[in-house]
Structures are given as structure tokens and as C-alpha cells.
């Protein structure tokens, strides 16, 4: 049965009861009309004594398939910056600047970045009107670190893995500060040496003051005023007296 279906359907093909067209073209009112390839648009459809009649698209349109379309597609446009320039037979490609995402698939429209230095935005899609969602998530793993001159993610120092002591643990954007482990004897003589300074200091402070204090008062003093005025020796008649002289 079915060999005698298909030697009938050859039959009618070969006589042409059936028309069959290739994938460029398409049947229509009994005749394989040609699509108009990319970049053009659909003037007249074939008939039985011509082929299909097809133009280029203006500007700022596009076809980017063989089409029996009778207009072209209009080019998008971008809002920020173009990745792709329209042509006759492919749109334009939009993206947006520095600082910027697409809002949505076509990307119409730019939407600014708010995530902080050490994250990046996740994209979720909206499905309603194919548009975008940002959220905000950490570019690094736990236990890393971001680091900006390198810009790659860094595994956060364990300083007790290294025999060291910590004195800042690390976050996000920074390294731990490790530092060598101090010992019994050298805590002592930490604390000896910090006593020894504190006394210098109160030393020093307690010699500044009263050195200060002297210092007040000799400002306070009146200079004596001392002449010089020379005096000549008188002689032993000069200096007599009357009394001595009788």
C-alpha cells in the first residue's frame, strides 16, 4: 500500500499536479514565486510569465532573511552608543557606555550601575516585557579578597596558618595584616622599655617646668643701673677736715 502511495504521488509530481518549491521560494496561486533575499523588499509577487519583483531597502531600514515581505524592517536606535550600525541587511546593534547596562534585550534604554567597586550586577530577566533586573553580588568568594591593581580575586591570609599573629583580619577589599608572635620574654621587655620611657618623660616634664618657672621670674627683675663715672683719689689735705687741720 504505501509503495503504491508513493509511486502515485511521483506521478502527480512528474505530470505537475503537485507543485513542489524549493526553500527559496513559495507557492503561490499555483506558482513558485521567489523571496526577495536580504536587503530587499517585495515589489509584486510572481506571476505565470514573470518572477518576483523585489527593491533594495531604503535607508534606515533592513531585511535580514529572504522575505515576501512588502516593506523592510526600521532600524533601532540607540540611545547611548551604537555596538553594530544598521544595514540593509542587519539592525543595529545598541550597548551602553561606562557605567551603564541594558535594560532590556534590544537595549533601548540604559540603565546606571549603583553596585560599589568590589561587586558586579547580576542580569535576571524579565520575562512579562523582556526586560532586566540588576541586583548586586560579591565579585569574590568568601575568604577573598578584591584586588583593584591586579583585578582579580585573592584568598584572604590566614596568619595562624603561618605561626603569626593577626592584627587585621580582612575584609572585601583588603588583605589581613599579619605579624610576628611575640614571646613571654619580649612582652617583659616591652614593658620594661615603656616604663623606662614614661619615667623619662616625667622627667623631662617636671625639669621643663621648673626651668620655665626660673626663667618667669628673672624677666621679672629691674636691671640695676650702674654709672660709670670715674672718681680721682683726693689727697690727704683734701680729704681733711677743719678740725683735723688745727
Not at 510569465?49 to 515581505?69: E, H, R, V
Not at 535576571?124 to 584586588?147: A, G, R, W
Not at 605579624?179 to 618623660?201: E, H, P, R, W, Y
Amino acid at each position: 500500500m504505501k509503495a503504491f502511495f508513493f509511486q502515485l504521488l511521483s506521478v502527480l509530481t512528474l505530470t505537475g499536479l503537485i507543485l513542489t518549491c524549493s526553500e527559496q521560494q513559495k507557492e503561490i496561486n499555483g506558482h513558485c514565486c521567489n523571496r526577495c533575499p536580504a536587503g530587499e523588499y517585495l515589489v509584486s509577487v510572481c506571476s505565470k510569465t514573470n518572477q518576483t519583483i523585489c527593491n533594495k531597502c531604503p535607508s534606515g531600514t533592513y531585511s535580514d532573511s529572504p522575505t515576501l515581505f512588502d516593506r523592510c524592517e526600521k532600524c533601532s536606535s540607540c540611545e547611548h552608543e551604537y555596538g553594530q550600525k544598521c544595514t540593509p541587511t542587519t539592525n543595529a546593534i545598541c550597548s551602553c557606555g561606562i557605567g551603564f547596562l541594558c535594560s532590556d534585550k534590544l537595549c533601548s534604554s540604559c540603565e546606571k550601575v549603583k553596585c560599589s567597586r568590589w561587586e558586579k550586577p547580576k542580569t535576571t530577566d524579565v520575562s512579562t516585557n523582556d526586560k532586566f533586573k540588576y541586583e548586586c553580588e560579591p565579585i569574590c568568594l568568601d575568604h577573598q579578597y578584591y584586588d583593584e591593581k591586579k583585578n582579580i580575586c585573592m584568598p584572604i591570609t590566614q596568619c595562624s596558618a603561618h605561626g603569626l599573629d593577626e592584627v587585621f583580619a580582612g575584609n572585601k577589599t583588603h588583605d589581613a595584616i599579619c605579624q610576628s608572635q611575640v614571646t613571654d620574654m619580649q612582652k617583659i621587655f616591652m614593658v620594661v622599655i615603656a616604663g623606662f620611657v614614661l619615667v623619662l618623660i616625667t622627667i623631662i616634664a617636671v625639669l621643663s617646668y621648673h626651668l620655665a618657672k626660673c626663667i618667669k621670674k628673672i624677666k621679672h627683675c629691674k636691671p640695676l643701673m650702674v654709672t660709670t663715672t670715674e672718681v680721682c683719689p683726693l689727697s690727704m689735705e683734701e680729704t681733711a677736715t677743719p678740725e683735723n687741720k688745727l
